[in-house]
């Protein structure tokens, strides 16, 4: 079946440290691949996304690459920020017709 | 302003009854969903309905009802049957049903609770 798994959090840095969150995945064909982020008491909001291997999905100093070769789509960022700290959510569309799919989420904890 | 609205935001259940979760948006989307999040599970889908009148079972359905009589509203029933219903609940919604570019709009969530 399709699945997506990150890594396990929570993910504590100082600022301006780098960022790396895994995500891998299990999907038939080709999915679209998206990274989310849910700050404190909120809903999730798109941060990036991927629809075909090789593309590089980037927003606010974020970045992920779609590596079929991997099934991978990791979070990078190379300095974090206090206002960082949030729970990201990987995800991943198999097919037309069907909902996103979400990892189980990493929360990432940023201290100046 | 064009989104998602949910209400309430915290919403409490006494034993054996049903309460009504509510998602209202006015982004003329077609698409839109109901998640369930839970600390340490991430997001599950319950339902989702692609178009008016149709909607579909997603994994953990059990439980839950839903109605699509409305584009703009797609209420969520948690009903007596559903016996872990403590949790983060998040309706989304988007332009089109599932298409490979597809970016979901989230409302801010109700908090349900058991008392």
């Known amino acids: 079946g399709n699945s997506v798994t990150q890594m396990e959090g929570p993910v504590t840095l100082s600022e301006e440290a780098f960022l790396t969150i895994n995500c891998t995945y299990t999907?038939?064909?080709?999915?679209?691949l998206f990274w989310y982020v849910q700050y404190p008491g909120e809903g999730l909001q798109l941060l990036l996304k991927?629809?075909?291997?090789?593309d590089k999905g980037s927003n606010k100093g974020f970045e992920a690459t779609y590596r079929k070769e991997t099934t991978s789509f990791h979070l990078e960022k190379g300095s974090v920020q206090v206002s960082d700290s949030a729970v990201y959510f990987c995800a991943l569309t198999p097919q037309a017709g069907t909902a996103l799919i979400f990892g189980k989420g990493t929360t990432l904890s940023v201290s100046s | 302003d064009g989104g998602i609205t949910q209400s309430p935001k915290y919403l409490f259940r006494k034993e054996g009854q049903n309460v009504t979760l509510s998602c209202e948006q006015n982004?003329?989307?077609?698409?839109m969903y109901w998640y369930r999040q839970d600390p340490g599970q991430g997001l599950r889908l319950i339902y989702y309905?692609?178009?008016?009148?149709?909607?579909q079972k997603g994994d953990i359905a059990e439980g839950y009802s839903v109605s699509r009589e409305k584009k703009e509203s797609f209420p969520l029933t948690v009903t007596s049957a559903q016996k872990n219903p403590t949790a983060f609940y998040l309706c989304?919604?988007?332009?089109?049903?599932?298409?490979?570019?597809?970016?979901?709009?989230f409302g801010s969530g109700t908090q349900l609770s058991v008392l």
């Open positions: 999907a038939t064909g080709y999915p679209s």
């Open positions: 309905s692609q178009i008016v009148n149709d909607f």
């Open positions: 982004l003329n989307h077609d698409a």
């Open positions: 989304a919604s988007s332009i089109q049903p599932g298409g490979r570019y597809e970016k979901l709009f």
């Open positions: 991927a629809t075909k291997a090789d």
